[in-house]
């Protein structure tokens, strides 16, 4: 797998995990794979060419997350 952070990322939550809670919203588990760096530089690197098209900071938005 490729790493968007410079050290080893360890996953916090996996995809399809908790089904039990993430029911309630109509969904089969959690719908993505968080992950956080594991050294103490955070830089999100690029895992590849593209353009950003939205970048979505506000809580309350409804997005499931920051993303």
């Not at 760096?37 to 690029?46: A, F, H, I, Q, S």
């Not at 098209?53 to 997005?63: I, L, N």
């Amino acid at each position: 797998m490729k790493t968007p952070f410079r050290s080893q990322p360890k996953i916090t939550q996996n995809f399809g995990a908790r089904p039990e809670y993430y029911s309630q919203f109509g969904l089969k588990g959690h719908e993505g794979l968080d992950l956080i760096p594991t050294g103490t530089v955070w830089d999100v690197l690029c895992l590849e060419d593209g353009v950003v098209v939205k970048d979505e900071d506000k809580r309350g938005s409804g997005a499931y997350g920051i993303f």
